[in-house]
């Protein structure tokens, strides 16, 4: 079984910046894909940003350009640099791990950007 747990969320002003992290048991991290998504009151989860195991990156449309997803293997870490941040991305942010048929959610860091 994998467990994830996140940091880095916080109350920011709209134009600042932000760091998640997820940190994960180690076992597969190498081989997974990993991903963000968020979840606003009164809304359904939406994916933010992916990463697969050979480093190749995916975007929602609404934070291309402003966030960055990484991932350090050695760590089993993945990592989400917000930037440019805007009230609506107001959210809780959950990692996400794949492998094959194991999948897991952290369980969420509260993100609040205030206008």
């Known amino acids: 079984q994998v467990q994830l747990v996140e940091s880095g969320g916080g109350l920011v002003q709209a134009g600042g910046s932000l760091k998640l992290s997820c940190t994960t048991s180690?076992?597969?991290?190498?081989?997974?894909?990993m991903a963000w998504y968020r979840q606003a009151p009164g809304k359904e989860r939406e994916l933010v940003a992916r990463?697969?195991?050979?480093?190749?990156?995916s975007y929602a449309d609404s934070v291309k350009g402003r966030f960055a997803i990484s991932r350090d293997n050695a760590k089993a870490m993945v990592n989400l640099q917000m930037d440019s941040l805007k009230p609506e991305d107001s959210a809780v942010y959950y990692c996400?791990?794949?492998?094959?048929?194991?999948?897991?959610w952290g369980q969420g860091t509260q993100v609040t950007v205030s206008s």
């Open positions: 996400y791990f794949r492998f094959g048929v194991l999948n897991a």
């Open positions: 180690g076992r597969f991290f190498s081989g997974a894909a």
């Open positions: 990463i697969t195991s050979d480093g190749s990156m």
